[in-house]
Structures are given as structure tokens and as C-alpha cells.
């Protein structure tokens, strides 16, 4: 008999955290929790606010509506549905096979992620972070920690991000990805560009909040990926696009099931999809994890380094503050 139990969370951040002019203090969920027999399975449903399209009440009801024992259903919004799927994605997993004929495997799965269990590589590679207020120092001792590939947070003044971009790839020799946030203009992203001169990046995410300017500035020669631009589209729709260099999917904005068929779509295309968190718990970074591991055949690096940013863990083992994580080991909740 398969149960479920939803619980909330609160975790404060180590200090304040500044994305995209918004200042977030703590991260708030909801655990979701399913039991059938002596297995267990665990997701994270936890919106994002001022990037999520629903509230953490607004999930927490659906989720309480989806998972009546009388009517086991698929919930409509994307956290929701996040949480769910990662709570039968990990049952399934943990016991190595499709879940039974029970009726939430079968109301649950939709898309081609459905509730199987889908073999994946033993690590996966993770990509640290560093905020808009972080610099060469910070850089430097994630790299000391082990890690090769950094995101930074860009969309001030495009002349002092490009010194300070320029400055931590120099120091620091990493593999660079940049993320905007949908922050300048397109004369800004332009401006951005041509100060940072013959730096190497992987992408930049979202330098402008136009498709049409993102496209324009991928075809002047700057990689471009992703990410604010891909909520609401059909895996169809980006099967049509040819010009973006990587996808940043966060299921948490999506559903694991769509991020499953729009990553299969991209890798058809030849672009590559980045699996990446929303400030998720460990609970949510272990799900994304063994998710990015299913995904094509490269260990491409996840953007799961945030939780460090966290004052504490939900699970043990933590998740690893570090460049790759063991998914070898089994991960249990306290």
C-alpha cells in the first residue's frame, strides 16, 4: 500500500542571497515523502519566489489534492509536479525497476520521464557557484576544493562584469559559464562582449530578456544558453531551435518530466542540456543528480554547487560541497 506524507521545511542561508534583485534571507519546501512497504521515496517541492510561477501554499495545496489516497493525480504546477515525480523517480530507483501497477504510477506518469527507473552513471560532475558579490578570492578557494567549472552571476554594469569575469578566469583557469538573468539590454550584452575581449566562456545564460536578442547575439559569436526563455515551451518547440549552444533546465520550474523531454530533444539537436538547481534543499540536489546522470552519454558538469550556500543539511550523507557527487551511496533523510 503506497503512502505519502508532505513536510515542510526551512533552511537559512549562510548569509543573505542576492539573485536578480531579490534578496532571500532562508529557503522554505515541502518534502515529499512516499512509503510503500519497507521502501521509501523522497522529492523536494520547493518554488522559487520571484522566478516561480506559483506560491509554496499554491504547491502545498496541490500537492495535498494530488496525493488523496481516493484520488492519486498528476498536480498541475511545476514544483508540485517536481516533487512528486522525484518522489516516484526515486522509489522506482532505489528498488531498480518500474514501479508497480499501483494508481499513482499509473495517474503520475506522463511525458517520457513517466516514474521509471532510468540507469545512470555513477558520479555526476557539478559546476560551482559564484554570486554577483563574489570575486577572484571566492573563486580561488572553490577551485582549491576541487572544482574546474564555475557559474557567475552577471547583468550590472557590463564593463565592470566583464573586468571581473576576465579577473577570476585569469586567477583561477576554470571552465567559465556566465548567467544574466535576463538583466541588460541588448546594446548592454553587446557592450559586455567586446570588453571581454578573447576570454573563454562556455554560454552565458539569458544575457536579455528578448529570444529574438539572444539569437542575434549567438549569431555575432557569443554562446548562449537558455533558461528563463524555455518556461512554457513544448519539448516540440525547442526541437526547433538551432542556434542556442546549451539548455539550463531547472525541474523545479519545469517538472522532471518535461525537463526529460526537452533535454532528449536538445541533445538531438546537438546542444547541450544543463541540469541546475533553484536554491533546492539536499533532498532536491540528490534527485537532480541522479536525474542529470541519465542524460546523454557525457558527464556534463550540474548546477548543484548551491548548497553550500545553505546553513545546513536535510540528509546524510550531505550533499557534497564539492565537484562531484557519489551517487553510489544511498542518501537517507533526518
Given at each position: 500500500?503506497?503512502?505519502?506524507?508532505?513536510?515542510?521545511?526551512?533552511?537559512p542561508?549562510?548569509?543573505?542571497?542576492?539573485l536578480?534583485?531579490?534578496?532571500?534571507?532562508?529557503?522554505?519546501?515541502?518534502?515529499?515523502?512516499?512509503?510503500?512497504?519497507?521502501?521509501?521515496?523522497w522529492?523536494?517541492?520547493?518554488?522559487?519566489p520571484g522566478?516561480?510561477?506559483?506560491?509554496?501554499?499554491?504547491a502545498?495545496?496541490?500537492?495535498v489534492?494530488?496525493?488523496?489516497p481516493?484520488?492519486?493525480?498528476?498536480p498541475?504546477s511545476?514544483?508540485?509536479?517536481?516533487?512528486?515525480?522525484?518522489?516516484?523517480?526515486?522509489?522506482?530507483?532505489?528498488?531498480?525497476?518500474r514501479?508497480?501497477?499501483?494508481?499513482?504510477?499509473?495517474?503520475?506518469?506522463?511525458?517520457?520521464e513517466?516514474?521509471?527507473?532510468?540507469p545512470?552513471?555513477?558520479f555526476?560532475?557539478?559546476?560551482?557557484?559564484?554570486?554577483?558579490?563574489?570575486?577572484?578570492?571566492?573563486?580561488?578557494a572553490l577551485?582549491d576544493?576541487?572544482?574546474?567549472?564555475?557559474?557567475?552571476?552577471?547583468?550590472?554594469?557590463?564593463?565592470?562584469?566583464?573586468s571581473?569575469?576576465?579577473?577570476?578566469?585569469?586567477?583561477?583557469?576554470?571552465?567559465?559559464r556566465?548567467?544574466?538573468?535576463?538583466?541588460?539590454?541588448?546594446?548592454?550584452?553587446?557592450?559586455?562582449?567586446?570588453?571581454?575581449?578573447?576570454?573563454?566562456?562556455?554560454?552565458?545564460?539569458?544575457?536579455?530578456?528578448?529570444l529574438?536578442?539572444?539569437?542575434?547575439?549567438?549569431?555575432?559569436g557569443?554562446?548562449?544558453?537558455?533558461?528563463?526563455?524555455?518556461?512554457g515551451?513544448t519539448?516540440?518547440?525547442?526541437?526547433?531551435?538551432?542556434?542556442?549552444?546549451?539548455?539550463?533546465?531547472?525541474?523545479?520550474?519545469?517538472g522532471l518530466?518535461?525537463?526529460?523531454?526537452?533535454?532528449?530533444?536538445?541533445?538531438?539537436r546537438?546542444?547541450?542540456?544543463?541540469i541546475?538547481?533553484?536554491?533546492e534543499?539536499?533532498?532536491?540536489?540528490?534527485?537532480?543528480?541522479h536525474?542529470?546522470?541519465?542524460?546523454?552519454?557525457?558527464?556534463?558538469?550540474?548546477?548543484?554547487g548551491?548548497?553550500r550556500?545553505?546553513?545546513g543539511?536535510l540528509?546524510l550523507?550531505?550533499?557534497?560541497?564539492?565537484?562531484?557527487?557519489?551517487?553510489?551511496?544511498?542518501?537517507?533523510?533526518?
Amino acid at each position: 500500500m503506497l503512502s505519502a506524507e508532505i513536510i515542510p521545511y526551512m533552511l537559512p542561508f549562510t548569509r543573505p542571497v542576492v539573485l536578480g534583485g531579490r534578496r532571500y534571507e532562508r529557503r522554505n519546501g515541502l518534502l515529499v515523502k512516499l512509503t510503500d512497504g519497507e521502501d521509501e521515496g523522497w522529492g523536494e517541492c520547493a518554488p522559487l519566489p520571484g522566478f516561480s510561477g506559483e506560491t509554496l501554499e499554491e504547491a502545498r495545496r496541490e500537492l495535498v489534492d494530488a496525493l488523496h489516497p481516493q484520488s492519486w493525480r498528476r498536480p498541475d504546477s511545476p514544483a508540485a509536479r517536481c516533487g512528486l515525480e522525484m518522489a516516484l523517480a526515486d522509489l522506482a530507483r532505489r528498488r531498480g525497476a518500474r514501479l508497480s501497477t499501483s494508481g499513482v504510477e499509473r495517474q503520475a506518469q506522463t511525458g517520457s520521464e513517466g516514474v521509471s527507473h532510468h540507469p545512470g552513471r555513477p558520479f555526476q560532475s557539478v559546476n560551482a557557484v559564484l554570486l554577483e558579490s563574489e570575486g577572484v578570492p571566492e573563486a580561488e578557494a572553490l577551485m582549491d576544493a576541487g572544482y574546474s567549472t564555475v557559474k557567475i552571476k552577471v547583468g550590472g554594469d557590463p564593463e565592470r562584469d566583464a573586468s571581473r569575469v576576465q579577473g577570476i578566469a585569469q586567477a583561477t583557469g576554470a571552465r567559465v559559464r556566465l548567467d544574466a538573468n535576463q538583466s541588460w539590454t541588448l546594446d548592454e550584452a553587446r557592450r559586455f562582449a567586446s570588453h571581454l575581449g578573447d576570454t573563454a566562456i562556455e554560454y552565458i545564460e539569458e544575457p536579455t530578456n528578448s529570444l529574438e536578442d539572444s539569437r542575434l547575439l549567438s549569431g555575432e559569436g557569443l554562446p548562449v544558453a537558455l533558461d528563463e526563455s524555455l518556461r512554457g515551451m513544448t519539448p516540440d518547440e525547442v526541437a526547433k531551435l538551432d542556434w542556442p549552444t546549451a539548455l539550463v533546465l531547472k525541474p523545479m520550474m519545469m517538472g522532471l518530466g518535461i525537463s526529460r523531454g526537452v533535454a532528449e530533444r536538445a541533445l538531438e539537436r546537438g546542444i547541450t542540456p544543463v541540469i541546475s538547481s533553484s536554491l533546492e534543499s539536499d533532498v532536491g540536489l540528490w534527485g537532480l543528480a541522479h536525474f542529470a546522470a541519465t542524460l546523454g552519454s557525457a558527464d556534463v558538469a550540474a548546477g548543484l554547487g548551491t548548497s553550500r550556500l545553505l546553513s545546513g543539511s536535510l540528509t546524510l550523507p550531505p550533499f557534497p560541497k564539492g565537484p562531484r557527487a557519489d551517487l553510489r551511496q544511498e542518501f537517507s533523510v533526518i
